[in-house]
């Protein structure tokens, strides 16, 4: 399956609007998520802000036993299964009824940041983790996937001293998820909007706003 939204997958069946927010831990995209729903609302448009792990109660469950249990508690193998078991339930419930219903769904995070880091830098394999999660979701792919690119280094900078297990991953690892995730934008260019994370917020916000309002614009 194609990483690339079809025609019909993005408009034939769904009249809203499904954007990511992509990146390592410390990127910032949670700023950048609401942030750009605030600014949709005010151009009245419905908006739905989510994230994964954790848009449902059973995401909230998971969530917690996978990035707060202790070190060694959940296998690699079994990280990706949660993920997708979350990520199918998310998607029947949450994102699909708000495309339905013509809604904007801005998530922070998605599929793609299990091939980055369970596929990438937990080294289960790129195009296991992605079968995986496009089965879990039914091919439901982003029309747009906004990537905060950061080095491993700033993003640790970022998170301080709060960490959860996966952010207490050395940088190797982190450089791994950072890899990740440029492979997948070099694959999929069109469903793709990678910026400096380490550029100004606002700087960043209006580049995102600017190819949402693309896309609204041909909706």
């Given at each position: 399956?194609?990483?690339?939204?079809s025609?019909?997958?993005?408009?034939?069946?769904?009249?809203?609007?499904?954007?990511?927010?992509?990146?390592g831990?410390?990127?910032?995209?949670?700023?950048?998520?609401?942030?750009?729903?605030?600014?949709?609302?005010e151009?009245?448009?419905?908006?739905?802000?989510?994230?994964?792990?954790?848009?449902?109660?059973?995401?909230?469950?998971?969530?917690?036993?996978?990035?707060?249990?202790?070190?060694?508690?959940?296998?690699?193998?079994?990280?990706?299964?949660?993920?997708?078991?979350?990520?199918?339930?998310?998607?029947?419930?949450?994102?699909?009824?708000?495309?339905?219903?013509?809604?904007?769904?801005?998530?922070?995070?998605?599929?793609?940041?299990?091939?980055?880091?369970?596929?990438?830098?937990?080294?289960?394999?790129?195009?296991?983790?992605?079968?995986?999660?496009?089965w879990?979701?039914?091919?439901?792919?982003?029309?747009?996937?906004?990537?905060?690119?950061?080095?491993?280094?700033?993003?640790?900078?970022?998170?301080?001293?709060?960490?959860?297990?996966?952010?207490?991953?050395?940088?190797?690892?982190?450089?791994?998820?950072?890899?990740?995730?440029?492979?997948?934008?070099?694959?999929?260019?069109?469903?793709?909007?990678?910026?400096?994370?380490?550029?100004?917020?606002?700087?960043?916000?209006?580049?995102?706003?600017?190819?949402?309002?693309?896309?609204?614009?041909?909706?």
């Amino acid at each position: 399956m194609t990483d690339q939204p079809s025609p019909d997958a993005r408009r034939g069946r769904r009249p809203g609007l499904f954007v990511a927010v992509e990146g390592g831990d410390g990127a910032g995209k949670s700023t950048q998520a609401d942030a750009l729903a605030g600014w949709l609302r005010e151009q009245g448009h419905t908006v739905l802000r989510t994230r994964e792990p954790g848009g449902t109660a059973l995401g909230r469950s998971l969530r917690e036993l996978v990035l707060h249990g202790e070190d060694g508690s959940v296998t690699p193998r079994a990280e990706a299964l949660l993920f997708a078991a979350d990520r199918a339930h998310h998607v029947a419930t949450v994102v699909r009824p708000a495309l339905e219903a013509g809604e904007v769904v801005i998530t922070d995070r998605y599929l793609d940041s299990s091939v980055a880091y369970q596929g990438a830098a937990r080294e289960l394999g790129h195009d296991e983790v992605r079968d995986l999660s496009l089965w879990a979701v039914e091919g439901l792919l982003p029309d747009l996937t906004v990537l905060l690119d950061v080095s491993a280094e700033q993003g640790r900078r970022r998170r301080g001293q709060v960490h959860d297990r996966v952010e207490r991953e050395g940088d190797d690892f982190h450089d791994r998820v950072r890899q990740g995730f440029l492979d997948l934008a070099a694959e999929a260019p069109g469903r793709y909007l990678v910026l400096d994370g380490e550029q100004d917020r606002d700087d960043i916000q209006a580049a995102v706003r600017e190819r949402v309002a693309g896309l609204l614009e041909h909706r």
